[in-house]
């Protein structure tokens, strides 16, 4: 993976991250996805009194429960009120990892009510259920693309930030983390990228000079659970990558791996919401070490006043699937946001190029 990034991986988790994981109860939302999975991987050999499982996949949970025996696999959808609250009532979760979200940033450009329902309602439910509980600690799952967001998607992970923002001052310490592209050998890019280069076929992508921040798994997983540790008051945290990776120099270097260097490479302009570059930080804020050699984090200004009712509006107009309502209000809630409405060409092609990533 080192040869793919151009980088050796970072060792994230320390003593101070294992120190907040042995010996409470764990929960983590969004348990089958690629993150969710290799955090809870990397939370059980940790000495967790209890690892709770929770997403709604029931046959992924099954398999991840076979390779987590003594975790406790819970069937639950976020944006389902009632059932937040039961899983934080009978779990009574003293960390909790929030990684469950729509994350594709295509499909939630296309349907903003189902990304806001998603990724901000459940992330509302989620916190709420956190600070009745009295969790100790709620660590979120978000992007880098909610750094002066350009998308639905960045939009709501930025709005999940300002959820912890507005839940400070009780019991439960917040963080967010963004991540960047999350990678693994069988994952689901790299899986896509060399069946097309294995069949022949040609690899889709927005732009010659489209490139992103990626992190495998295991980095993911090690920088959540350190943020754990770290959180104090809301702060965003983000890993220190580099600069971004070429998405054509990435695939230029997976197709000499397998041992195909002849990959054909087409290119089919960015789409709604897509940026050349993405970036960790916005301009606004100002990025400040930590106790991690490689983690940077930035202590946002306070949230808008009026939130929560804003945030009910918005709730209403995604259930009632008013998506011109939910774009306007995105914008009303979140000054920083600057939708990009670029169209694909026309003739494009009906899977999509790699970034949309």
């Known amino acids: 993976m080192a040869a793919l990034l151009g980088r050796a991986e970072v060792p994230v988790p320390g003593v101070r991250a294992r120190r907040h994981v042995r010996g409470r109860r764990v929960l983590v939302t969004g348990a089958c996805g690629t993150v969710g999975s290799a955090l809870c991987r990397g939370v059980a050999p940790l000495g967790p009194a209890a690892l709770c499982l929770v997403d709604k996949d029931a046959d992924g949970l099954s398999r991840l429960a076979v390779d987590l025996p003594g975790a406790r696999p819970v069937r639950a959808d976020v944006r389902d009120r009632a059932a937040v609250e039961r899983f934080f009532r009978d779990a009574r979760p003293e960390l909790v990892f929030h990684a469950a979200a729509r994350n594709e940033l295509p499909s939630v ?136 990776l070429p998405v054509v120099e990435l695939v230029h270097r997976y197709a000499a791996q397998l041992r195909r260097p002849e990959v054909t490479i ?68 979140l000054p920083e946001y600057r939708p990009v409405r670029r169209p694909r060409p026309s003739g494009g092609h009906a899977r999509p190029s790699l970034p949309a990533l």
Not at 293 to 306: N, S, V
């Open 109 to 244: 450009e296309h349907d903003p009510c189902r990304g806001v329902t998603d990724n901000v309602v459940g992330a509302r439910h989620v916190v709420d259920g956190a600070l009745r509980h009295e969790a100790a600690r709620l660590v979120l799952v978000s992007s880098d693309k909610a750094a002066d967001p350009t998308s639905v998607l960045g939009a709501t992970m930025r709005l999940g930030e300002l959820l912890l923002q507005a839940a400070t001052g009780g019991p439960t310490r917040f963080a967010a983390v963004r991540l960047g592209n999350v990678i693994d050998a069988g994952g689901p890019l790299l899986d896509a990228v060399a069946h097309r280069i294995s069949c022949g076929e040609v690899v889709d992508i927005a732009h010659p000079e489209v490139a992103r921040h990626f992190m495998t798994a295991a980095e993911a997983a090690g920088l959540l659970l350190e943020a754990a540790a770290l959180a104090e008051e809301a702060e965003t945290f983000a890993l220190d990558m580099g600069s971004p």
């Open 266 to 333: 087409r290119f089919s302009g960015l789409g709604p919401g897509e940026k050349l570059t993405e970036k960790t930080f916005a301009d606004c804020e100002r990025r400040v070490p930590t106790a991690h050699p490689r983690i940077w984090g930035t202590r946002p200004a306070p949230p808008p006043a009026g939130l929560p009712p804003l945030l009910d509006e918005l709730a209403e107009a995604a259930g009632h699937g008013d998506d011109a309502r939910v774009r306007l209000l995105l914008c009303r809630l």
